[in-house]
């Protein structure tokens, strides 16, 4: 299984970089909006804290979701790039073959996502529009 | 949070509706520190009586169990049945009324904020939209990781020449720029070793890049001294800025739309709007990640540079990294300029034509809006609208006239009224 091991291991590592980009992105970006609305009043000084972790649950699922796609694409076109598909190819294991090592990152991640976005994101949504009428 | 309810409670110069919605303030002028307030409105419903208060001058008061009152002085308080021409005129020195530490509005419900079950408990076609889009997710996610495999093929013989344009290739190309342009920025300039190097240029080129390089770079110094490399960085730097801008525009934008989606159907509020809202405001998101993205787009870009040793080639050639940070400053003004003129000339006017096309399309002609409807105060007189339809047309309307001494004039009712935009609002009862 050293062919999984290492597919997994790839896809852990891209997914791990592009992750923390993605997510410090989307934070800092909604820090900036919310600290906008603290300065006009629009929410309180001592909410924006709370308000940008259930802001961070909520995009969660669609970053996770982007994160996904983008980690299983890098990886995999760097391992064409570099001609690893290729003594892949000739030790044969086949194309098809990385359907499960994908499948085996992606279903944990998709299990996390649908939590996300079934429960927590709603959840967080409705503390957050607590917060701000509060 | 607590001091944020106080104020919010009885800021100055709107109105404020209590929990209950029976009771609605309104405080003209207030001093927030001796908690002195002026001209004081409290109109009041209950037992299908209507209440009117009014106090020229006031203060707000704790008691020690930590209930709020405001306390009007030397006012009038009038009560009356709706309807009927009695009402009860009585002047008081002093009358406190209860302020609810109560949050003023609940949280409306909309179906981004149920649970699934309460979702599934109600299946409307809203709520529905809504759980397709939570169960969507999930499946978007493990389809697009699927997905990724066959597009993540490369023809590692295509070296970081394009020749192959076909569909599959194209986009882990998209994702590697730097390499893209470098290909690109060069053929140019190789031009002229063209002889040289022969015919099968295009299927070494990843093998023999920093030898290539250094070639160009030789004849690019005898051509024109400096300017070559200083034009093929900056070219680097800032396409690589644009592609991440681009793609961070691309992410807000599509939560921002994903955002907007959920005002959908308030008044006329279409897919169109939200769409062309979502446009609007692209400027603002510009001028929030420019700086991010040149960061990103000037570290991916260098990092490739110095991954293909273009760095060392540019050392080689007698460039200082002094010359290099000078360079670097060089490339990054043209992005501070335009972060500038983003901000203060694009970014604003269009930010304004998004709320305004959002107020227009969802036909929110006033400020507040409470259970009791919308509070409006003109000079003297307060009006309370129960409700505005999309259109326009305004229903259950309440005026309370006063004179300048804050004696109530009279109370009209009226059950729909019309805006006309020039003269006053026409009254049908």
Same mark, same amino acid.
Request: with cysteine.
């Given at each position: 299984?050293?062919?999984?091991?290492?597919?997994?291991?790839?896809?852990?590592?891209?997914?791990?970089?592009?992750?923390?980009?993605?997510?410090?992105?989307?934070?800092?970006?909604?820090?900036?909006?919310?600290?906008?609305?603290?300065?006009?009043?629009?929410?309180?000084?001592?909410?924006?804290?709370?308000?940008?972790?259930?802001?961070?649950?909520?995009?969660?699922?669609?970053?996770?979701?982007?994160?996904?796609?983008?980690?299983?694409?890098?990886?995999?076109?760097?391992?064409?790039?570099?001609?690893?598909?290729?003594?892949?190819?000739?030790?044969?294991?086949?194309?098809?073959?990385?359907?499960?090592?994908?499948?085996?990152?992606?279903?944990?991640?998709?299990?996390?996502?649908?939590?996300?976005?079934?429960?927590?994101?709603?959840?967080?949504?409705?503390?957050?529009?607590?917060?701000?009428?509060? | 949070?607590?001091?944020?309810?106080?104020?919010a409670q009885m800021s100055p110069g709107s109105f404020r509706e209590s929990s209950q919605a029976d009771r609605v303030f309104f405080v003209e002028s207030g001093d927030g520190k001796d908690g002195k307030v002026k001209n004081i409105f409290v109109s009041t419903t209950a037992k299908g009586k209507l209440g009117v208060m009014v106090a020229g001058d006031g203060y707000t008061q704790t008691v020690?169990?930590?209930?709020?009152?405001?306390?009007?002085?030397?006012?009038?308080?009038?009560?009356?049945?709706?309807?009927?021409?009695?009402?009860?005129?009585?002047?008081?020195?002093?009358?406190?009324?209860?302020?609810?530490?109560?949050?003023?509005?609940?949280?409306?419900?909309?179906?981004?904020?149920? *649970?699934?079950?309460?979702?599934?408990?109600?299946?409307?076609?809203?709520?529905?939209?809504?759980?397709? +889009?939570?169960?969507?997710?999930?499946?978007?996610?493990?389809?697009?990781?699927?997905?990724?495999?066959?597009l993540s093929f490369v023809n590692p013989r295509a070296g970081t020449g394009h020749q192959s344009a076909d569909g599959a290739a194209d986009l882990p190309d998209v994702l590697e720029p730097a390499e893209h342009h470098a290909g690109l920025g060069f053929a140019g300039q190789a031009v002229a070793v063209e002889c040289v190097v022969g015919p099968a240029r295009h299927h070494v080129r990843a093998?023999?890049?920093?030898?290539?390089?250094?070639?160009?770079?030789?004849?690019?110094?005898?051509?024109?001294?400096?300017?070559?490399?200083?034009?093929?960085?900056?070219?680097?730097?800032?396409?690589?800025?644009?592609?991440?801008?681009?793609?961070?525009?691309?992410?807000?934008?599509?939560?921002?739309?994903?955002?907007?989606?959920?005002?959908?159907?308030?008044?006329?509020?279409?897919?169109?709007?939200?769409?062309?809202?979502?446009?609007?405001?692209?400027?603002?998101?510009?001028?929030?990640?420019?700086?991010?993205?040149?960061?990103?787009?000037?570290?991916?870009?260098?990092?490739?540079?110095?991954?293909?040793?273009?760095?060392?080639?540019?050392?080689?050639?007698?460039?200082?990294?002094?010359?290099?940070?000078?360079?670097?400053?060089?490339?990054?003004?043209?992005?501070?300029?335009? *972060? +500038?003129?983003?901000?203060?000339?694009?970014?604003?006017?269009?930010?304004?034509?998004?709320?305004?096309?959002?107020?227009?399309?969802?036909?929110?002609?006033? *400020?507040?809006?409470?259970?009791?409807?919308?509070? /409006?105060?003109?000079?003297?007189?307060?009006?309370?609208?129960?409700?505005?339809?999309?259109?326009?047309?305004?229903?259950?309307?309440? /005026?309370?006239? +006063?004179?300048?001494?804050?004696?109530?004039?009279?109370?009209?009712?009226?059950?729909?009224?019309?805006?006309?935009?020039?003269?006053?609002?026409?009254?049908?009862?």
């Open positions: 299984l050293i062919f999984q091991r290492a597919a997994l291991r790839e896809f852990a590592g891209t997914a791990l970089t592009v992750f923390v980009a993605l997510f410090a992105i989307v934070l800092s970006t909604q820090l900036v909006r919310l600290l906008g609305q603290a300065a006009g009043g629009k929410v309180a000084s001592e909410a924006v804290m709370a308000l940008l972790g259930f802001g961070a649950l909520r995009y969660l699922s669609v970053i996770l979701s982007l994160t996904l796609f983008i980690a299983v694409l890098l990886a995999m076109s760097r391992t064409w790039r570099d001609s690893e598909m290729v003594v892949w190819f000739s030790t044969g294991v086949p194309l098809t073959a990385w359907i499960r090592p994908v499948l085996v990152f992606a279903v944990p991640m998709t299990v996390l996502v649908a939590v996300l976005s079934l429960y927590l994101a709603p959840w967080a949504l409705n503390k957050s529009a607590e917060f701000r009428t509060a | 949070m607590s001091n944020r309810d106080d104020v020690e169990n930590g209930d709020r009152f405001v306390v009007m002085l030397d006012g009038r308080r009038y009560e009356g049945v709706p309807g009927s021409p009695e009402y009860r005129v009585m002047e008081f020195e002093r009358y406190a009324v209860r302020i609810e530490t109560k949050e003023a509005q609940g949280v409306e419900s909309r179906p981004y904020l149920l *649970t699934v079950d309460e979702l599934l408990a109600d299946p409307t076609p809203p709520n529905m939209g809504e759980f397709a +889009f939570r169960v969507g997710l999930p499946i978007a996610a493990i389809n697009l990781a699927l997905l990724a495999i066959p093998a023999c890049d920093p030898v290539r390089m250094a070639y160009v770079f030789a004849c690019a110094a005898c051509l024109a001294e400096s300017m070559i490399h200083e034009r093929y960085i900056r070219r680097e730097v800032a396409l690589a800025s644009l592609l991440v801008l681009a793609s961070f525009l691309g992410l807000f934008g599509f939560f921002d739309l994903i955002n907007e989606l959920d005002n959908l159907g308030r008044g006329n509020y279409g897919l169109e709007h939200a769409v062309m809202y979502t446009v609007l405001t692209m400027p603002g998101r510009v001028y929030e990640t420019l700086p991010i993205a040149v960061l990103i787009g000037g570290l991916y870009a260098l990092t490739t540079l110095s991954r293909h040793s273009e760095i060392t080639v540019l050392r080689a050639s007698g460039v200082s990294t002094a010359q290099l940070l000078r360079l670097l400053a060089r490339i990054g003004t043209p992005f501070v300029l335009l *972060t +500038f003129v983003t901000g203060e000339f694009i970014a604003p006017p269009a930010e304004k034509a998004a709320q305004e096309l959002k107020l227009a399309a969802r036909s929110q002609l006033l *400020t507040s809006e409470f259970r009791s409807g919308f509070w /409006i105060k003109d000079e003297h007189n307060f009006v309370n609208v129960g409700s505005v339809t999309p259109d326009g047309k305004l229903q259950q309307i309440r /005026i309370f006239e +006063f004179d300048d001494k804050r004696v109530l004039l009279s109370v009209s009712e009226a059950a729909r009224a019309a805006y006309a935009p020039p003269e006053a609002g026409r009254c049908s009862t």
